[in-house]
T-cell receptor
Framework: AQSVTQLDSQVPVFEEAPVELRCNYS??????LFWYVQYPNQGLQLLLK??????LVESINGFEAEFNKSQTSFHLRKPSVHISDTAEYFC?????????FGTGTSLTVIP | GAVVSQHPSRVICKSGTSVKIECRSL??????MFWYRQFPKKSLMLMAT?????????EQGVEKDKFLINHASLTLSTLTVTSAHPEDSSFYIC?????????????????FGPGTRLTVL
């Protein structure tokens, strides 16, 4: 069975500080990995994804995530956060024909 | 590309009435569409998966007679909440996926609609 674990439900961080949102998964088959961001009262937006190739993937707004197969992780990082990064972040795994979401991490950027 | 729309964005209805929510993929053909429900400060709960031209597959615990899903075309899926009750009030989100086009395809990315806020009085 597949599962996704986001270890931190809430992450407060000061503006311009670095942040890491953790995501671990378990799967017996090969997976695709995703991070989605949800702003208040909005749907989910794809932030970045790993399908194959380079294990380090980047988004256009400065986030990056690295696929670590040995540690079964796909942690999301940003070296310097902005107020506008305050949102809910969901890690997701696609395995077979199923999609599995983590429970989300609420990132709050403090001025 | 890969834009998904939902209509309406917000709906308020009386208890006992039915509400239809539309999900459209605007610039691609969606082989599979998904319907989720999201409770406040919670993750998404998958309700059902629908493939164009076939019956939806419902997750355990989701009443198929209450949440009617129709996927009539490759760009449109509808969710109808029948005889709505206050406990059905929630944020409903759809997503659509397209296959990569190669052998052994599977949905590689889900693209989400903006969500529909349903309030049942």
């Amino acid at each position: 069975a597949q599962s996704v674990t986001q270890l931190d439900s809430q992450v407060p961080v000061f503006e311009e500080a670095p942040v890491e949102l953790r995501c671990n998964y378990s799967s017996s088959v090969s997976v695709y990995l995703f991070w989605y961001v949800q702003y208040p009262n909005q749907g989910l937006q794809l932030l970045l994804k790993y399908l194959s190739g380079s294990t380090l993937v980047e988004s256009i707004n400065g986030f990056e995530a690295e696929f670590n197969k040995s540690q079964t992780s796909f942690h999301l990082r940003k070296p310097s956060v902005h107020i506008s990064d305050t949102a809910e972040y969901f890690c997701a795994v696609s395995a077979g024909n199923q999609f599995y979401f983590g429970t989300g991490t609420s990132l709050t950027v403090i001025p | 590309g890969a834009v998904v729309s939902q209509h309406p964005s917000r709906v308020i209805c009386k208890s006992g009435t039915s509400v239809k929510i539309e999900c459209r993929s605007l610039d691609f053909q969606a082989t599979t569409m998904f319907w989720y429900r999201q409770f406040p400060k919670k993750s998404l709960m998958l309700m059902a998966t629908s493939n164009e031209g076939s019956k939806a597959t419902y997750e355990q615990g989701v009443e198929k007679d209450k949440f009617l899903i129709n996927h009539a075309s490759l760009t449109l899926s509808t969710l109808t909440v029948t005889s709505a009750h206050p406990e059905d009030s929630s944020f409903y989100i759809c997503s659509a996926s397209r296959t990569s086009g190669g052998p052994g395809d599977r949905p590689d990315t889900q693209y989400f609609g903006p969500g529909t806020r349903l309030t049942v009085l």
